[in-house]
């Protein structure tokens, strides 16, 4: 079945496996995969049933997994099916997305095995995901003038940042692990805010635009920016002190 065309075409033709026509679908296939496996392996690998020739501890594993593996696909895969309907521009598709999903993949497995191949060459494969993903969308919000969406690949070098800190300290240099996974789920939490509170709107807008119906839910003003604002300030308060009383509470 030929794919529907507009009189500016969205997507390529692309003859490959239909997996890789659309970014969502690779990186929504995957992390759902992950989900299940990561589980399934980490039991049997806590409780010194199976080994995985990681460098890192069985805990310090399935942290970065869940965190730089599970999750980033999930990032990827919204910011690949968002940003072309944010620029208008053509999305990544084709061998374009089958290389960038093959350095996801990569990183897995590299992480993995890091033990027997090193935890440099682990580090670098897997930090080479995010740094493409981030140049990937910071040309797309650039060469489509879509400046208002900056925030996205701040967020993804904020993650980028978290998960160089993971792999300092499983290479020796600094004991910045937990460090690294705090920053990281401040991000994620302060990205379901964001994300949430304008899309799930704009969404809900579009639909009831087209039913005519009312009243229509309100466009993004000043108290979401200051309710943002409260919850950056109280994640980055959570990375600084995560042992205080407040954080608990």
Do not use: C
Request: glycine share 8%; hydrophobic share 60%.
């Amino acid at each position: 079945m030929s794919e529907q065309r507009t009189a500016i075409p969205r997507y390529r033709p692309f003859e490959g496996v239909a997996v890789f026509r659309h970014g969502f679908r690779p990186f929504f296939l995957a992390a759902g995969i992950a989900a299940f496996v990561l589980l399934a392996l980490w039991l049997p690998f806590v409780s010194g049933a199976l080994t995985i020739p990681t460098a890192f501890d069985p805990v310090a594993w399935h942290a970065h997994e869940l965190l730089f593996g599970y999750l980033t696909a999930t990032i990827a895969g919204f910011l690949l099916t968002a940003i072309p309907n944010w620029t208008g521009r053509m999305p990544l598709q084709g061998w374009p997305l089958i290389g960038l999903f093959s350095v996801w993949a990569a990183g897995r497995i590299a992480v993995s095995v890091s033990a027997l191949t090193g935890a440099g060459a682990a580090a670098v494969i897997d930090l080479a995901f995010l740094a493409i993903l981030l140049a990937v969308v910071l040309r797309e919000i650039a060469s489509g003038r879509n400046w208002r969406n900056l925030p996205m690949p701040v967020a993804l070098a904020v993650l980028l940042v978290a998960n160089g800190l993971a792999h300092a300290e499983v290479l020796g240099w600094a004991d910045s692990g937990a460090l690294g996974r705090r920053v990281a789920i401040a991000m994620i939490v302060v990205l379901i805010g964001l994300i949430g509170g304008r899309v799930v709107p704009s969404f809900t807008r579009n639909w009831m635009n087209k039913r005519d119906l009312a009243p229509l839910p309100a466009a993004s003003g000043r108290f979401d920016i200051f309710a943002i604002a409260v919850l950056v300030a109280a994640q980055v308060a959570w990375i600084s002190a995560p042992e205080h009383r407040l954080a608990g509470a």
